[in-house]
């Protein structure tokens, strides 16, 4: 019984004195919102637009979100990826609208998890400054469903340490 709690009690310290070697990540929290808006950042705001749409002219997934600073400090954004979380088999398809293009355009694998890079053009957004992204996904093999969010990965420049700001997870569907 003492052995176990010995052994967490090391591993946390050995963590803590490796971290403070390291830089310095706040993770903020995913939305709670009905709209998707992170109301946990104080400067930085991620808004998905639209539920992933099919185009069916490229057979990719689109997903809409904004970006934009609403505090009184500016914001850095270092990069802005696409984080699959789960990947499971699809079943039949489901008929839908077709809307937008898109600006950016990944190739998703089927077996891979993790993250896929949108954009790591640095981006510094002042008070009020906002973009729209629009993103296209493509499974390279048909008959997937992935579970996907959006990660911006960015920094204030007069504070210390990085930010992560994800959006509410979203379910993308290709059917075979």
């Known amino acids: 019984m003492v052995v176990p709690i010995l052994v967490a009690l090391v591993g946390g310290v ?7 070697n390291s830089k310095e990540v706040i993770i903020i929290p995913q939305s709670t919102t009905e709209d998707n808006l992170d109301t946990t950042s104080s400067t930085l705001k991620l808004r998905m637009c639209k539920d992933g749409w099919l185009d069916l002219a490229s ?3 689109i997903y809409e ?3 934009f600073n609403t505090g009184d400090s500016i914001a850095v954004v270092r990069r802005i990826m696409l984080e699959v979380l789960e990947i499971e088999p699809e079943g039949p398809p489901q008929a839908e609208a077709i809307l937008a293009k898109a600006e950016y355009h990944i190739l998703l694998k089927h077996d891979r998890v993790g993250d896929y890079l949108i954009t ?3 981006r510094k957004y002042g008070k009020g400054d906002i973009d729209k992204f629009v993103v296209g996904v493509k499974s390279d093999e048909p008959g997937w469903r992935y579970m996907l969010r959006i990660k ?3 920094y204030n420049p007069e504070e210390e340490g990085e930010r992560i700001l994800y959006s509410d997870p979203y379910i993308a569907r290709f059917y075979k």
């Open 65 to 67: 979100f904004d970006l």
């Open 14 to 20: 050995l963590d803590y004195l490796s971290s403070l």
């Open 120 to 122: 790591d053009v640095e």
């Open 152 to 154: 911006v990965i960015w």
């Open 59 to 61: 057979g990719e997934r």
